[in-house]
């Protein structure tokens, strides 16, 4: 199943300054004029040269971190992705459990459209959220900056697991994708494209019945709720949340057919039918599915029959698994019930 949608960007906020700004620099000291010259400095590039030459010079140093912070900030600024990861590198070298530097790498492995370096960053994003989130409020730290932190690290370890989810996807590591998403889904279900790969991983496997429900319906919930995402055209967005809710009834309904469920895989794949309408595919296997389950229900209401007759007879007119079964059920159904058109 390919994802259908971009994680929405959370809010716009960030941790509070982890690497505190020098209070005084000793200017007698090689690394502390070079700092005071950057800090002094009011041309941006010009700056950022100082403050590069002075991290390189000085990785070592207690003001290094701060540093390269601002270093970092500057190439996310002026968007230059390559050195975006290589001052992340260089920070989380010395403070490697910083969830900061590793987020802004995270978003500038996304704009490289590179899956093993998302992955790499995604886990470590992951990984130092969690570590952020779990910490027990610091002496040091008021309540309302503390837990404004958590909130926050909180949001980023969903975005790093979204975008590590993907990249898994993407590079072929399904068993690392599900595993991840199953975690997720385990204390928060807000993401549809999870929910939706989760359920399709169930529906293949053969288990997990009542979660394949449970989720295809929560699909629904958050897909009916949701607002058109900032930016996107009111076409796109309607492509989008069509697909995704077609993905859902298709899903429920081809499980409710796995257990006999007739009427149940009737209801949720008449849902499913006009929504997968652009997708041939997945309209085929729809109006088979649709085709059997009525004429599974003909015995006791035979006008089922008729619309059994219907589905098949759409299916056998596209090319598809199905097509040739389809003519060959419209052909019996024709010769079992007198009046079928």
């Not at 002026?78 to 459990?97: E, F, N, T």
């Not at 886990?123 to 959220?129: K, S």
């Not at 994708?177 to 889904?185: D, Q």
Request: net charge neutral; proline share 5%; charged share 25%.
């Amino acid at each position: 199943m390919r994802t259908l949608a971009i994680l929405a960007i959370f809010a716009a906020t960030a941790f509070g300054q982890r690497h505190k700004a020098p209070a005084v620099v000793d200017a007698e000291k090689p690394e502390g004029k070079l700092l005071q010259q950057a800090m002094q400095e009011s041309d941006p590039a010009k700056k950022n040269a100082l403050m590069e030459q002075s991290a390189n010079e000085n990785l070592k140093a207690e003001n290094a971190p701060w540093v390269i912070e601002n270093i970092q900030a500057y190439y996310v600024k002026a968007g230059q992705p390559d050195a975006v990861i290589a001052w992340g590198d260089k920070l989380l070298s010395v403070d490697p459990d910083d969830p900061e530097p590793a987020l802004q790498a995270l978003k500038a492995a996304e704009t490289k459209k590179d899956p093993a370096l998302i992955r790499k960053y995604g886990e470590i994003t992951a990984r130092n959220a969690q570590k952020l989130a779990s910490a027990p409020q610091s002496k040091e730290a008021d309540a309302a900056s503390w837990k404004a932190d958590v909130d926050y690290a909180r949001q980023v370890g969903q975005y790093a697991e979204y975008a590590l989810f993907l990249a898994y996807r993407q590079t072929g590591a399904n068993d690392k994708a599900i595993e991840l998403a199953e975690k997720t889904l385990a204390t928060e279900q807000k993401n549809e494209d999870m929910l939706l790969v989760v359920s399709d991983y169930y529906l293949q496997q053969k288990k997990e019945p009542e979660k394949i429900h449970a989720y295809c319906s929560k699909v629904v919930e958050i897909m009916s709720a949701k607002p058109k995402p900032e930016g996107m055209s009111d076409a796109d967005w309607n492509t989008r949340k069509n697909a995704v809710l077609g993905l859902a009834y298709f899903i429920s309904g081809k499980e409710y057919s796995a257990e006999n469920k007739h009427p149940q895989t009737d209801q949720q794949l008449r849902k499913a039918l006009p929504l997968v309408e652009s997708t041939p595919a997945l309209k085929a296997e729809t109006l088979f599915l649709l085709g059997l389950a009525n004429y599974r229900m003909a015995g006791s209401s035979p006008e089922r029959a008729q619309d059994s007759a219907n589905f098949f007879r759409a299916c056998s007119a596209i090319k598809s698994p199905f097509q040739a079964q389809a003519g060959t059920n419209l052909k019996k159904i024709m010769t079992e019930y007198h009046g079928i058109k």
